[in-house]
């Protein structure tokens, strides 16, 4: 809770501008949110489309997604947590420790994106917003996470990964189940 207390005067001082370019991490999936922020105009009240759309794109709402749009909209992190927490159609952290994100966009569902949810489900017993009974892997959808040149994508504890194959997805997985 402290950082989040801490951030809204970063949100302040780098102000609507930077909001309007992609994330320094180059992650494509902030695109989407740029999108989504300036087809609204960059208004307030679009914040919960706005959290849908990340929602979408992430899988989950993670503090730097929700930072990000604080930031695009002008508004404070308080209220965007708020909104985040109120509404139980919002995730703000996936229950496992590691998390795969698949994404189900138009682009890799015609690549074969359906086909990495039924490996892993048969395979692995994952299926999309559960995480497995111990705890290490939680299992998330995402519709098109700005990727869509690589498609089919997947999304490993924050990693875009693209040409995904059952046996690709399974191997990251895998590896994760196997952990100590
Ligand atoms: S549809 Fe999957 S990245 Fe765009």
Partial sequence: MQTLRAQPKAIKSQGAKKAKNTHSSGDKRFKVLDMT???????QDALIEVLHKAQEAFGYLEEDVLLYVAR????PLSRVYGVATFYHLFSLKPKGAH???VCLG???YVKGASALLET????ASLHPGETTPDGKVSLMTARCIGAC????????DG????????????????????EE
């Fill in 106 to 108: 138009t682009a890799c």
């Fill in 99 to 101: 998390t795969c994100v």
């Fill in 159 to 178: 990693k875009v990964c693209g040409k995904q194959t059952a046996e690709s997805v399974l191997e990251n997985v895998k590896g994760w189940l196997k």
């Fill in 37 to 43: 922020m300036k087809r609204n105009q960059y208004r």
């Fill in 120 to 123: 892993l489900d048969k395979v």
């Fill in 149 to 156: 040149g690589i498609a089919p994508a997947a999304v490993f």
């Fill in 72 to 75: 695009g909209l002008k508004l």
